[in-house]
T-cell receptor, first 115, second 112 residues
Framework: GAGVSQSPSNKVTEKGKDVELRCDPI?????LYWYRQRLGQGLEFLIY????????KSGLPSDRFSAERTGESVSTLTIQRTQQEDSAVYLC?????????????FGPGTRLTVT | DAKTTQPPSMDCAEGRAANLPCNHS???????VYWYRQIHSQGPQYIIH?????ETNEMASLIITEDRKSSTLILPHATLRDTAVYYC?????????????WGLGTSLAVNP
């Protein structure tokens, strides 16, 4: 079956512009995660969705970042007034959450470059 | 903050076992240890996880010490395709919040 997909794969934008990043999780996966990975760094948790609600937004770095999920499926991460420090690979993952443990399946990421 | 400590890099000869250590001395009783790997320019890939017993699957084995303060991921016969960054992660479960706290991982280079 299809895995997690993300679009666009690459995005170059000018400082100050808004961007939208899209994630299509694996069908039936109720949990969805967004991470940010700067060059040479580990993953930085941003936000987590259980269904369409986000019980944990603690990782969003500023109020310029927002995310939504609809139909317990597609999610969009929006960054307003982009800054150069926002340049990173943005990874989306989904999981089924069976019981108390789970596996996260990751998409290929969106590489965002803010010039 | 990351709750795990891993060496930044390791080398392994092709065909030999790769043993990747991880320290998680502050792990609590209901927290799992997860291992993922990330091949260059790809998203991370789940490898294995465990609570207190040793685990084995088709990819690797996970050895967890009795006090659960450290673990070792074993790739029994490393291949060039196993060259990747390996992340050891502790599952944080607070109420309905579930997230993995990622450190910098170990960059494993498998050499021919």
């Amino acid at each position: 079956g299809a895995g997690v997909s993300q679009s666009p794969s690459n995005k170059v934008t000018e400082k100050g512009k808004d961007v939208e990043l899209r994630c299509d999780p694996i069908s039936g996966h109720t949990a969805l995660y967004w991470y940010r990975q700067r060059l040479g760094q580990g993953l930085e948790f941003l936000i987590y969705f259980q269904g369409n609600s986000a019980p944990d937004k603690s990782g969003l770095p500023s109020d310029r970042f927002s995310a939504e999920r609809t139909g317990e499926s597609v999610s969009t991460l929006t960054i307003q007034r982009t800054q150069q420090e926002d340049s990173a690979v943005y990874l989306c993952a989904s999981s089924l959450i069976p019981g108390d443990y789970y596996e996260q399946y990751f998409g290929p990421g969106t590489r965002l470059t803010v010039t | 903050d990351a709750k795990t400590t891993q060496p930044p890099s390791m080398d392994c000869a092709e065909g030999r076992a790769a043993n990747l250590p991880c320290n998680h001395s502050t792990i609590s009783g209901n927290e799992y240890v997860y291992w993922y790997r990330q091949i260059h320019s790809q998203g991370p890939q789940y490898i294995i996880h465990g609570l207190k017993n040793n685990e084995t699957n088709e990819m690797a084995s996970l050895i967890i010490t009795e006090d659960r303060k450290s673990s070792t991921l074993i790739l029994p016969h490393a291949t060039l395709r196993d060259t990747a960054v390996y992340y050891c992660i502790v599952l944080t479960n607070a109420g309905n919040n579930r997230k993995l706290i990622w450190g910098l991982g170990t960059s494993l280079a498998v050499n021919p």
